[in-house]
């Protein structure tokens, strides 16, 4: 992976940061540990580059890192000098990098929901060609399709999102929205999914404020949301983490919004730590609490959130200042436990948000994710 500061060559997204500047052969990422004082692209020239950028966390956000996977193997492709195979020995290629990938990191589906469909379209390529060449060029063109639909996927979130809060909160003129974590253009391909919803409402002129979180340990409210906001003049608030039920309590805050990793049939939802904290203290002081999420955030393989596996990340994140970056802070000889994520119940949910519509629940405690998917597609055929 080598370093270079020079600005991006990539398709132009509005005025928003970009974390993935792709075009054919030749992808670069922000690298995110780097921000807020420094803006440098990394070359990302291969799989195994792809990887590690995803696993050390210089790309990170559910969808971005499913982008950034694909992308890394479709310049490896695009770049290899030759390929001794037919177009069953392409597809199996392909099929091994892309499960090397889907181990970077595990909790967030979007990973492994990017390499399911990819696998199908390298073998509906593999079924009607002999040679591999049409494996590969599929592969790609699937890969660079996903960059593409993500940014429109945010757009209709935030659409959505803000039609649906300002028609709940007629009451309200104007909404201030607290969030956590990092949900931006850095999390995604474009615009973000609960940043993105937060965008759309300042668009609107119905935006208050937007208070995010610090995020602690690694920091992605203070270093990334916080900078994403300053960057578009969204008038906005950081928050410690621990600030938040004073600030609910003192009735500054009209809705919660967060993203998800992975969101199980019933609803329940994955995300980062913290996020459950959040909902309880919403539930608690009667605001409404939102995810926002794209539906290749949702498994449907899941029941319930009790199946999802929440990523365990190095102690080094607490011990060390700037989410493990820096010099150590903490007693030496001090044991860690530090999940990345946590599982905010469906009960304490109020809606999913997401590009085709906002889910709630009719009655019961949890969401029936698999029928408003169903619905949502018969609509769209
Ligand atoms: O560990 P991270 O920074 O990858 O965690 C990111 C989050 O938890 C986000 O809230 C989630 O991925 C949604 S991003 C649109």
Redesign the pocket.
């Known amino acids: 992976m080598a370093t270079d500061s020079s600005l991006p060559d990539g398709p132009a997204m509005d005025t928003s940061l970009q974390s993935i500047c792709y075009k054919h052969g030749s992808l670069k990422l922000l690298d995110q540990r780097r921000l807020p004082l420094e803006t440098i692209y990394l070359d990302i020239q291969d799989s195994t580059d792809g990887w590690f950028a995803i696993r050390d ?1 210089v790309v ?6 499913a982008i950034a996977a694909a992308l890394s193997l479709a310049v490896e492709v695009c770049n290899m000098e030759a390929f001794n195979g037919t177009s069953g020995d392409a597809a199996s290629f392909l099929s091994i990098k892309l499960e090397y990938l889907v181990s970077s ?1 595990p909790t ?1 589906v979007n990973l492994s929901d990017a390499a399911t469909k990819l696998k199908e379209a390298i073998s509906k390529a593999a079924a009607n060609a002999l040679e591999a060449s049409p494996v590969f060029q599929a592969y790609i063109e699937a890969a660079e399709i996903m960059l593409r639909d993500d940014v429109a996927s945010n757009k209709a979130i935030g659409s959505y999102g803000a039609d649906f809060l300002l028609h709940q909160m007629e009451d309200s003129k104007r909404l201030s929205i607290l969030t ?4 931006g253009s850095l ?2 391909a474009g615009y ?3 940043l993105g919803v937060i965008r759309a409402l300042h668009a609107e002129g119905v935006l208050e404020k937007a208070y995010c979180t610090e995020t602690r340990p ?1 920091n ?1 409210g203070s270093r990334l949301t916080a900078f994403e906001l300053v960057h578009d003049n969204i008038p906005a608030v950081l928050i410690a983490d621990s600030a938040a039920a004073a600030l609910m309590k003192a009735g500054r805050v009209n809705a919660v919004i ?4 992975r969101v199980a049939s019933n609803g329940d939802t994955a ?2 730590i913290g996020t459950y904290s959040l909902a309880l203290c919403a539930v608690h002081h009667g605001i409404p609490f939102y995810v926002a ?1 794209p539906l290749t ?1 949702m498994d449907l393989s899941l029941s319930s959130g009790q199946e999802i596996v929440i990523e365990e990340r190095s102690a080094k994140e607490l011990l060390n200042s700037h989410g493990g970056l820096g010099e150590q802070v903490a007693a030496s000889g001090i044991s860690v436990w530090n999940p ?2 946590d599982v905010t119940p469906a009960n304490i949910i109020t809606g999913i948000i997401t590009e085709k519509g906002v889910i709630t629940k009719s009655g019961s405690d949890a969401f029936d994710i698999k029928s408003f998917i169903e619905k949502a597609q018969c609509i769209s055929q």
């Open positions: 966390m990170r956000g559910a969808p971005a890192i990191r967030a956590h974590c990092n949900t999390a995604t973000g999914t609960a690694f992605q967060v993203g998800a990793d995300n980062k999420a955030s990345a994520f």
